[in-house]
């Protein structure tokens, strides 16, 4: 094709380059692609004030009055900050929560507060909208620190320690991570020793790796450390412990035997001093030692409520699961606010058109663009009413309501599964959402780089994603296992033969419909049928269930293999755990917004919501396609349909977009992206104005091609009046 | 599960947790998740040199040259500097191009240079690793700014601007976007009108919308700017072109009439001063006008050698596709960088074991990571490959040796089918490369967030890219629609139904190799099937015309509608046709890799980059497995063995992981991340001896469960002892 065929062509460049101008007559088209048609007047409406009460779940009131203050100039991130800057401005920021009480109801009873941990989380979530360093600098200081305090001491160190904690007259560093060993806490390598001729502990780094890293308040304001080490007495290693270490002085001057390196600048979240913490040969009193499930006399005899030593250390470590559930809870609000900003300006922001400048064609209104964005908004949603359910499950185990082992390990994998997901969700919403806004996505005063800067380590701090989903992937693994148990292991082929009977049965009145579906061509019938709930949770609770099934089946014979084997057999498998921990999760926030929904009593706000969620489960399943065709749970004919089936709804709900961002209630001060607070309205409406009164004008200029146009047409003309002659 | 039966089942965590210690063991098992067993000693073996040069391509002198300068301390990167600092140091970093006469390569003759376009583009994409800024900066002045008054401007102008251009005696601007505008070029609104009475051209911003934003130097650096309006004369508008306007005086102070504004704070490249400019009715010589395709005599009559004013318009445009062409380039280079840090780090760094602490497993050998990675790598050689192509199409345009109108839009083609997809690449290796690292990946020093945060924009800037996909996509099918002209209307039902019948026919033997390899059930020859060039080339290849076919007959009614309704018809079909041109883009990218893979001569070199080709082909194919099963055109048989042949190809190149790494040539002072540099390898041997140390001597500590163990032991044996008695 040459140049010049090129502007023969334009007529196509230019259709191509616009959209639809008038949904409402595009929607009576009876096109397979196109919009099923809505009855006008019919049509359901979101109840946004309910929506938005039933996303802020159990602790409304407390998120409302957390929405408030996160709205609060002086709690906001800086746009243009040195790191030095930065980290002052949230260390002061901290004490203007002190101040305000804010973290008093995670305390227990006898330590004055109301042991509403759920509220306490909710609130500390919510802070991510005016700066993700202050809600993590929060998180760090009373999330972690003064939490190990409460979690893993007696009430005695409680008392002692979390009055100065709370009123950040100690700040304090979390001190887990060792440079050399992150989600495997088990390996750390610093020592704590205990000398019993000073009844004291002899904290010590015993090489580089060991260094403790990438602690909040290390590199400046942290006065002590609640400290993980390997308890040692009487020359036995009782494994990871934590230990309440002063670490600076009044002054802030790191006390002898103490040194600290500042990690420096970070990709985001550079209002918190991270930084390195060592120790050579420190001594700290026997009584530091956060004695709840492990003591040492003063003889230096250990005991502990926890006979064996693996269970002990998990336990430990499951009182903390709270960072997890709160960094699952503020990546769904980062996402909320993303969508908001993109959302907002792609219904105002207009670009290309076929015919004048005045009537380009907004950007919500692209296929493309309904499509990059409506299931992450989707995803979202589901996020948002599983984080609920998760918060419900941490405050009933911590409030002592529901406490078992059981309950603790259900919640433990309930975090592992979730967190991994709402910080992907949230780091590829807001890209996307920055890649939406175009170039003024990337101005850091739009937020969405900036956001995208602090949640980047989302994904790999409080338990990195793949080693969380691993641990899902093992737990899910393992009560399969629990359900083989009583089969004797002939009977293995025999059910590995009924399953897939069972599996072939199942799948078998679906793939008939669709294929009924298909011959009578009624668009509308199969896309009902595909949003069927049942037909989705069916889909998506098979695939949870088979993707476990295949690889608990692939790796039966690794019980009997040596642990270096085992070891290789599993890894030869990782993948595909991986991919079965991420349906399940799927599962579960398809679950949970469905309850969601199911709990809501207005009928219009049911109704679009439900499409939402189909736009959730659909695009699941078709991100997964090939797997549900290769396995036969999907015909090859509904699995032609599906892609049509998901663009349907997203022109159903391109009416609705305005109000189901509306219903995250993010609000003014919570944006502060120019683009998202009406400065693109009011400069499309001043362009327009300009245009309008030059169409209106005789003096505007003529462009040449319609003078061309008219040339070209006026010589046409004459030479027709010439052949007549 | 209660937290008891948790620790019963440590057996498969450990194991989970753990890796293949032995490759060689594994590596004999006939297992078809593992690897295909390979011959020691004729293992083949990749030659790091040559596939360097390879990479390097035709102006593999300058590469080396540029990779020596992107070394030197001077020009990296700053990794904490705020905004003003890193300003005047990437300002300060411009004058050693300058004194160095990096650009010189990119004047034509009659300005004393060698016109060696491909040359100059390829020393600059290099920089990318020193610092993007500079990149990016250098680009705004002589790859846009100066290469405007070269491409567009007489050769009486050039002289006059150029030179000063050069020396950067005038930093300038290329005052293209406006903040209402970005990708729609041809709907700018600043106007250039011409007053015959003082033979001068008035400049001017009618609206907000219409300043100039997002422009690299305009808030602080450029004394003058090649400005885009639309061009009016006698009435006549005339369409976008671009003329020379100086804003700033000789002090820095703007001129009259001449407003500016800074952008502030980006998510990244903060070393270029990017601002907005705009004009209040600021006057220039008649003679500024860039007049090669459009100029305007003293009377204000207008003429140009290009007599439609669209054609006029998309020539202009396209002498500034260097852009494109360089930032596709610099996106491979940056991808290399990333994958550099996280595979250097990722043979160096141990966690979690199976067995004791001085054996925990490197990451590189986990099947996640190599699945996360690989594929990337993959894509980044198939990407380099690539662009070697694309520099070379610009170059033999550029150089005059093979220009015309078809080269011309062939090569435009190209570029916009490229740019998006490097950078694309780019943006998600760089952020796998980050997350890969872990904490350490967030680290500043480590260079791979303020990669990600320097690319970002990438992806949206010199053509948005999903407006360069639809570029793409219109081409090819416009491409398809001349093709068929020949056919008359009711041949077009025997066209479809012939076509569909080739697609079956072709597919057929396929299918039944697929089956019967099945059948046999011999997994190599299986797996060598696939890994076949003609497979995955047919694949690849049928697929893009498959894609683009469909598009073409849902929009054929298109042509005979109202420009809305076509334009509404096209937008229901946005989302295939933009997958359309990735597929594209993907065959260009496969087909570039293989021919880059015959040119070779050493057997070993090709052997592995096969494997590497494979890996980026199959990936590929699985990636839309689901529409290869759909269209019939991968029986579901195959289907079901893509994802375990492309498991093996990850544990086929895993011995080949450092090598294929080298080969991209990344020197020291382009890594400047102290994990690949060396740090981690020091601490694990460090923490290595340590613990060696430990098991040699005699008073180290016995962990608890070790005892335990003992204890237990010893109980058994006594119960059997006192059985006995």
Redesign the interface.
């Known amino acids: ?7 023969a ?14 949904l409402t ?2 929607t009576t088209t009876a ?1 397979p ?2 919009p099923i048609p809505v009855v006008p007047g019919a049509a359901p409406h979101l109840d946004v004030a309910q929506v938005s009460e039933a996303l802020m779940g159990r602790w409304a009131d407390v998120r409302h009055a957390a929405r408030e203050r996160a709205a609060r100039p002086e709690l906001h991130r800086p ?2 900050a ?2 030095a800057e930065h980290r002052e401005r949230v260390f002061q920021q901290l004490q203007i929560l002190v101040d305000d009480d804010v973290s008093r109801p995670m305390l227990p009873e006898h330590l004055g507060g109301p042991n509403d941990n759920g509220g306490n989380v909710a609130g500390f979530e919510e802070l991510v909208v005016a700066d993700p360093s202050l809600q993590i600098k929060a998180g760090v200081q009373w999330g972690l620190y003064t939490s190990a305090i409460i979690q893993l001491g007696s009430q005695e160190q409680q008392k002692a320690w979390v009055p100065p904690a709370m009123s950040l007259e100690t700040p304090g560093a979390f001190a887990m ?1 060792e ?6 806490v088990q ?1 750390l ?1 610093t020592t704590a ?1 205990y000398d019993p001729g000073t009844e004291e502990w002899v904290i010590h780094t ?5 260094w403790k ?2 602690l909040g308040n290390a590199a400046i304001h942290a006065k002590a450390a609640t400290l993980f080490a ?1 308890l ?1 007495t009487n ?5 990871v412990h934590c230990f309440y270490v002063p670490v600076r002085d009044a002054d802030g001057e790191l006390l002898p035997g103490v040194s600290s390196e500042d ?6 979240l550079n209002g918190i001093d991270n930084g390195r913490l060592a120790f050579d040969q420190v001594r700290i009193p026997r009584t530091n030692l956060l004695n709840r499930y492990g003591d040492v006399a003063a003889d230096g005899t ?1 005991t502990s409520p926890i006979e ?4 002990r250390f ?2 430990m470590l499951g009182t903390l699961v709270q960072g997890r559930v709160s960094l699952d809870g503020s990546a769904i609000r980062a996402s909320e606010l993303a969508l908001h900003i993109a959302i907002t300006y792609a219904t105002q922001r207009r ?2 058109s ?2 004048d ?1 005045t009537q ?1 064609t907004v950007l919500m ?4 663009h309904l ?1 990059r964005l409506l299931p992450k908004l989707a995803a979202t949603y589901a996020g948002a009413f599983a984080h609920e359910q998760l918060l419900q499950a941490y405050d009933d185990v911590f409030s002592g309501r529901e406490d078992d ?2 309950a ?2 259900d919640l433990e994998t309930l975090a592992a599964a979730l967190k991994p997901t709402s910080t992907r969700l949230a ?1 590829d919403t807001i ?1 996307e959402a ?2 939406a806004c ?2 003024a ?5 739009n937020q ?3 956001l ?2 602090d949640l ?2 989302y ?3 409080e338990g ?3 080693v969380l989903l ?1 641990l899902v ?3 899910l ?3 399969y ?2 359900e083989l148990k009583n089969v004797d292991r002939a009977g293995i082929g025999r059910f590995i033969a009924q399953r897939a009977e069972v599996l072939a049965k199942r799948h078998t009145p679906w793939a008939r419909l669709g294929q009924s579906v298909s011959d009578r061509g009624n668009a509308r019938r199969a896309f009902d049928s595909m949003r069927d709930a049942e037909f989705q949770e069916e889909m998506l609770a098979d695939r949870a269930r088979v993707k476990v099934e295949e690889v608990a089946l ?1 790796l039966r014979g ?2 009997k293999m040596s ?2 084997d ?10 595909e ?2 991919d079965a921990a991420r349906a399940h999760a799927d599962l579960v926030r398809w679950r949970a917004f469905t309850s969601g929904i199911e709990a809501l009593e207005d009928e219009g706000s049911r109704a679009v919501l439900t499409d939402v969620r189909d736009l959730f489960g659909l695009t699941a399943i ?1 991100d997964d ?2 797997w549900f ?2 396995s036969g749970m999907i015909s ?1 004919q509904r ?2 349909q599906i892609e049509s089936d998901l ?1 349907r709804l997203l022109w159903r709900l391109r009416p609705h977009v305005l109000d189901l961002v509306a219903a995250f209630d993010v609000r003014p001060g919570h944006v502060r992206a120019p683009i998202a607070l009406g400065a693109e309205q ?3 409406d ?2 327009a104005a ?1 245009f309008r009164a030059q169409r209106a004008s005789s ?1 505007a ?5 319609a ?2 146009d008219r040339e070209k047409k006026a010589r046409r003309a004459a030479q027709k009046r010439a052949g007549k002659r």
């Open positions: 094709m040459t140049t010049e065929s090129r502007t062509s334009s007529a196509t460049s230019s259709a191509a380059s616009a959209a639809t101008e008038n007559d595009a096109d692609t196109g746009v243009d040195t790191v991570t440079i050399g060993h992150g989600s495997d390996s390598a020793t015993p090489f580089r790796a060991a890293d990438f390997r040692i020359g036995v290693d009782h494994g990690d420096g600048e970070k990709g985001g250990y064996s030593p693996g269970r998990f336990t670009q290309f076929a015919a400048p380009e209104d692209y296929q493309a499509h082992p059981e603790r390990e780091l890209q920055r890649e175009g170039g996505g990337f101005m850091g005063e969405l780089v900036g995208h800067q980047d380590v994904a790999t701090f990195d994603n793949t691993q992937a093992k737990r693994l393992s009560d296992t629990d692939a690794a019980a642990p270096a085992a070891a290789a057999e599993v890894n030869k498998h990782q993948v755990m991986l078709n396609l090939a065709l290769l090859t699995g032609r663009r009011d400069r499309q001043e362009a300009y003096d200029p003529v462009s040449e091609k003078l061309r």
